[in-house]
């Protein structure tokens, strides 16, 4: 399975946007750019997902570079609900199995 | 839609007795999947069924285990006997094509003694 990278941590201030990165160097053309989240106590919760173009969406956008070796997840104004383990994962194909990372833990201050 | 339910919440079972986790998907669903969850190995996936029909067992961990769905609204997921390593957190997710999205139940906390 395709792995992905993420930084174990990011911080942000309440009502700023917030960019999280990921990589996925071996991903292939066919396999899928997912991102979930789980807030505290919870089962994780879909964002977004693409293939190769940016979406939007009313939760966050999503900015895939254009060799879809990585990825970014941004929420335009952050709030105290948003803090939450991101999970960036590949699927393959648009039947695969979600495989999930360790993700990136957000904070968010006021 | 009340979303996926999950039954019991909590769990505390001695080791060596069975335990038995249920779930009941979004009605209309045709894919449901279970997942385990720990601080040591994060979200694994066990197993997962289409239109009930089990798809892919590999991530159950070892006979212990065992999952069934006898019809589109429930599912089951077993584990006799317990042992303590068992501890974590189960989810089910279920999903409907041609969606991407999987949604998750609120979990079942087992704690095995």
């Known amino acids: 399975d395709a792995k992905t990278t993420q930084p174990n941590s990011m911080e942000s201030n309440e009502e700023e946007p917030v960019h999280l990165p990921c990589n996925h160097s071996?991903?292939?053309?066919?396999?899928?750019i997912h991102w979930y989240r789980q807030l505290p106590s919870q089962g994780p919760e879909y964002v977004i997902h693409g293939l190769t173009s940016n979406v939007n969406n009313r939760m966050a956008s999503l900015a895939i570079a254009e060799d879809r070796k990585s990825s970014t997840l941004i929420l335009h104004r952050a709030t105290l609900r948003d803090a939450a383990v991101y999970y960036c994962i590949l699927q393959q194909g648009s039947q695969g199995n979600l495989i999930f990372g360790k993700g990136t833990k957000l904070s968010v201050k006021p | 839609d009340a979303g996926v339910i999950q039954s019991p919440r909590h769990e505390v079972t001695e080791m060596g007795q069975e335990v038995t986790l249920r779930c009941k998907p979004i009605s209309g669903h045709d894919y449901l999947f279970w997942y385990r969850q720990t601080m040591m190995r994060g979200l694994e996936l066990l197993i997962y069924?289409?239109?009930?029909?089990?798809?892919?067992d590999s991530g159950m961990p070892e006979d212990r285990f065992s999952a069934k769905m006898p019809n589109a609204s429930f599912s089951t997921l077993k584990i006799q006997p317990s042992e303590p390593r068992d501890s974590a957190v189960y989810f089910c997710a279920s999903r409907k094509l041609p969606s991407y999205e999987q949604y998750f139940g609120p979990g079942t906390r087992l704690t095995v003694t």
């Open positions: 071996t991903i292939s053309g066919t396999d899928y």
């Open positions: 069924f289409n239109n009930n029909v089990p798809i892919d």
